[in-house]
C-alpha cells in the first residue's frame, strides 16, 4: 500500500541532490527473503529517473541495521542473486552496490555524519528501546498487573509512562538521524499507530489485549505462574498523529513532508483465517521474549492458537483494523 510513497521519495532526493554516491539506510531490515527486494526496488527508481534526466547512474552504499541477533549472515548469501538480477545485460555489469551491516539499536548513532541521503524503516519504530520504567512501584512490581500494555483496566500513569518513553525514544531517534543525513535527506518511517487520543482502542492496543487474555488461560491451566505474567510488558507504543507531529516539531531537525494514515485491511493468507495470520505475525516478532521471560516450559502452539482463534471470535462482532502512519521527513 505504502511502497509508491517510498520510491517517490527516493527519487525526489536523487532528483533534487545528484549525489555521485548515494546513502541509504534501511533501520530493521530483518533478514529473509525480503529483506533486499525494498533495496533493488530502491535501485531501479533511481536507475529510472537518472535516465529521465540525463545524469550519471550514482554509486549506492546500502547501510543495513537491525539488533545484533539478527542473522545478516543469511542476507549477505544472498547476494549472489541480489546483484545478478540486477544486471540490465547478460554482458553488462549492474550498477554499483556496496552493502554492509551496521548492527544496533537505532536508538543512538549508527553511522558517520553526513554519510546519508535516504533512511527507510519499515514497521519498526514503533517498538520502544525497553519497557517503560514508569511501569513498577517502589517494591519493583508492576502497576499493569495482568496486562502486557495499555488497557481499559489500565490506571492513567501506565499510559503516561509509555508516552513518556515514546517521547525519550523518538527525540533520540530523529537526534542521531539528524546528523547522519544529509540536509536536504529524507526518511520515509512506517509505523503502527492510532487514530484518537484515546490509547485504548479497537486496533493495536486491543491486539495486545488478545495476547493478554490467551497468557490468562495458560496461566488458568497451569501453564505458566501468575507472577510472570504480571511482570511481563510489552515494549511497544502506538502513537498518534498529533504525537509524532509534536515530537518532530520539537526535535526541530526536520520538516513533516507528509504524514498518512492506512488501515490494514482484513485478509487471511494462504488458506487460513485473518486471526492465524494475525497470531504468526505477533508470535514472529514476540517469540523470542515470551520465552526468555516465561522459560521453555511455554507452550506456544497452544497460546497462539488461542490467541488467534480470539481474533477470529472478535472479528465476527467488530472489524479490527490496526493503523499504520508513514512519515515522511526531510532534513533541515
Given at each position: 500500500?505504502?511502497?509508491?510513497?517510498?520510491?517517490?521519495?527516493?527519487?525526489?532526493?536523487?532528483?533534487?541532490?545528484?549525489?555521485?554516491?548515494?546513502?541509504?539506510?534501511?533501520?530493521?531490515?530483518?533478514?529473509?527473503?525480503?529483506?533486499?527486494?525494498?533495496?533493488?526496488?530502491?535501485?531501479?527508481?533511481?536507475?529510472?529517473?537518472?535516465?529521465?534526466?540525463?545524469?550519471?547512474?550514482?554509486?549506492?552504499?546500502?547501510?543495513?541495521?537491525?539488533?545484533?541477533?539478527?542473522?545478516?549472515?543469511?542476507?549477505?548469501?544472498?547476494?549472489?542473486?541480489?546483484?545478478?538480477?540486477?544486471?540490465?545485460?547478460?554482458?553488462?555489469?549492474?550498477?554499483?552496490?556496496?552493502?554492509?551491516?551496521?548492527?544496533?539499536?537505532?536508538?543512538?548513532?549508527?553511522?558517520?555524519c553526513n554519510c546519508l541521503h535516504f533512511i527507510y524503516s519499515s514497521y519498526s519504530l514503533h517498538w520502544l528501546s525497553k519497557v517503560p520504567p514508569g511501569?513498577?512501584?517502589?517494591?519493583?512490581?508492576?502497576?499493569?498487573?495482568?496486562?502486557?500494555?495499555?488497557?481499559?483496566?489500565?490506571?492513567?500513569?501506565?499510559?503516561?509512562?509509555?508516552?513518556?518513553?515514546?517521547?525519550?525514544?523518538?527525540?533520540?531517534?530523529?537526534?542521531?538521524?539528524?546528523?547522519?543525513?544529509?540536509?536536504?535527506?529524507?526518511?520515509?518511517?512506517?509505523?503502527?499507530?492510532?487514530?484518537?487520543?484515546?490509547?485504548?482502542?479497537?486496533?493495536?492496543?486491543?491486539?495486545?489485549?488478545?495476547?493478554?487474555?490467551?497468557?490468562?488461560?495458560?496461566?488458568?491451566?497451569?501453564?505458566?505462574?501468575?507472577?510472570?505474567?504480571?511482570?511481563?510488558?510489552?515494549?511497544?507504543?502506538?502513537?498518534?498523529?498529533?504525537?509524532?507531529?509534536?515530537?518532530?516539531?520539537?526535535?526541530?531537525?526536520?520538516?513533516?513532508?507528509?504524514?498518512?494514515?492506512?488501515?490494514?485491511?482484513?485478509?487471511?493468507?494462504?488458506?487460513?483465517?485473518?486471526?492465524?495470520?494475525?497470531?504468526?505475525?505477533?508470535?514472529?516478532?514476540?517469540?523470542?521474549?515470551?520465552?526468555?521471560?516465561?522459560?521453555?516450559?511455554?507452550?506456544?502452539?497452544?497460546?497462539?492458537?488461542?490467541?488467534?482463534?480470539?481474533?477470529?471470535?472478535?472479528?465476527?462482532?467488530?472489524?479490527?483494523?490496526?493503523?499504520?502512519?508513514?512519515?515522511?521527513?526531510?532534513?533541515?
Amino acid at each position: 500500500m505504502v511502497k509508491h510513497i517510498t520510491m517517490e521519495m527516493i527519487q525526489k532526493v536523487y532528483y533534487e541532490l545528484k549525489p555521485r554516491s548515494i546513502g541509504i539506510a534501511d533501520l530493521g531490515c530483518s533478514s529473509g527473503p525480503n529483506s533486499l527486494s525494498i533495496i533493488k526496488d530502491m535501485v531501479l527508481a533511481v536507475e529510472g529517473t537518472s535516465h529521465k534526466i540525463f545524469h550519471p547512474m550514482p554509486e549506492f552504499r546500502v547501510y543495513l541495521n537491525d539488533l545484533p541477533t539478527n542473522d545478516f549472515n543469511s542476507v549477505f548469501k544472498s547476494l549472489p542473486d541480489f546483484y545478478r538480477d540486477l544486471k540490465k545485460y547478460k554482458n553488462q555489469e549492474g550498477p554499483a552496490i556496496f552493502i554492509g551491516a551496521y548492527p544496533g539499536s537505532f536508538y543512538g548513532r549508527l553511522f558517520p555524519c553526513n554519510c546519508l541521503h535516504f533512511i527507510y524503516s519499515s514497521y519498526s519504530l514503533h517498538w520502544l528501546s525497553k519497557v517503560p520504567p514508569g511501569l513498577y512501584d517502589k517494591r519493583g512490581e508492576s502497576i499493569n498487573k495482568g496486562n502486557v500494555y495499555i488497557c481499559d483496566s489500565s490506571p492513567p500513569s501506565v499510559s503516561q509512562a509509555y508516552y513518556n518513553q515514546f517521547q525519550e525514544g523518538f527525540e533520540l531517534f530523529l537526534k542521531s538521524r539528524s546528523k547522519e543525513l544529509v540536509t536536504g535527506g529524507r526518511m520515509v518511517l512506517i509505523l503502527l499507530g492510532r487514530i484518537g487520543q484515546d490509547h485504548v482502542d479497537r486496533g493495536n492496543s486491543f491486539l495486545w489485549e488478545i495476547l493478554s487474555r490467551s497468557l490468562a488461560i495458560s496461566v488458568s491451566r497451569g501453564e505458566i505462574d501468575r507472577g510472570k505474567l504480571d511482570s511481563y510488558e510489552v515494549h511497544f507504543y502506538a502513537a498518534s498523529r498529533n504525537e509524532i507531529e509534536d515530537e518532530v516539531r520539537r526535535e526541530g531537525s526536520f520538516e513533516m513532508e507528509r504524514l498518512e494514515m492506512f488501515e490494514t485491511e482484513r485478509e487471511g493468507r494462504n488458506g487460513v483465517s485473518y486471526g492465524t495470520t494475525v497470531a504468526m505475525t505477533v508470535r514472529a516478532i514476540q517469540e523470542s521474549m515470551l520465552r526468555d521471560h516465561f522459560g521453555n516450559g511455554i507452550d506456544l502452539d497452544n497460546l497462539f492458537n488461542v490467541y488467534g482463534k480470539m481474533v477470529d471470535e472478535e472479528m465476527v462482532k467488530e472489524d479490527i483494523k490496526p493503523i499504520t502512519y508513514v512519515v515522511v521527513l526531510k532534513k533541515l
